[in-house]
């Protein structure tokens, strides 16, 4: 799950790197889009793109959330960013708004006509729209998913407390007198 996660991550840092030179390009100093038909058309790619790049982590993104929570509160506090339990909100915040999302998206999917299928105008409409509408906390999760990948390495890098402390005794001092062989 953490790769998916990391590849999310990634994915969706190219996904916004190109959104961002478009509507770098095409906008005025004001930000108010040049050809707002293309401006739009542009937006829905954005959108489906970090949908579809979100989809291989959301089957697991309560897990990784959960145990994210579990591995730091077990962690020192010497460990831990001060930003962490802020953000681990934010993405507990993104995720039930995306899980309420896809449930309005499964209704609305089964209430469109037996013919609309992808690629149909009545179908892909309602899929942009959807969507949309989960744009913004797809972004909430590239950033600051990395956070669950930050909390994870630390915790790697945490002494376990079912691990002894190592104890600094000195090794039994071998003499080469004693090794020669007579």
């Given at each position: ?122 179908f892909d409409d ?28 630390a915790a790697r ?26």
């Amino acid at each position: 799950m953490l790769r998916h996660l990391s590849r999310f991550l990634h994915d969706s840092k190219a996904i916004l790197d190109s959104w961002n030179a478009y509507s770098d390009e095409h906008t005025d100093l004001d930000g108010w889009p040049f050809d707002e038909d293309a401006y739009g058309r542009r937006a829905s790619v954005r959108d489906a793109a970090t949908a579809n790049a979100f989809e291989n982590v959301r089957i697991g993104a309560h897990h990784l959330l959960a145990t994210a929570q579990t591995q730091l509160t077990q962690l020192p506090a010497d460990a831990v960013q001060s930003r962490w339990v802020w953000q681990l909100g934010v993405l507990h915040d993104a995720l039930d708004r995306l899980d309420a999302l896809h449930e309005k998206w499964r209704e609305t999917r089964d209430s469109l006509p037996a013919d609309a299928r992808p690629g149909t105008r009545a179908f892909d409409d309602a899929l942009a729209e959807h969507d949309a509408e989960c744009w913004s906390h797809l972004d909430a999760w590239a950033t600051h998913g990395q956070a669950i990948v930050e909390i994870n390495a630390a915790a790697r890098h945490a002494p376990s407390p079912l691990a002894p402390r190592p104890t600094t005794t000195a090794a039994p001092s071998t003499s080469l007198a004693s090794t020669v062989r007579r």
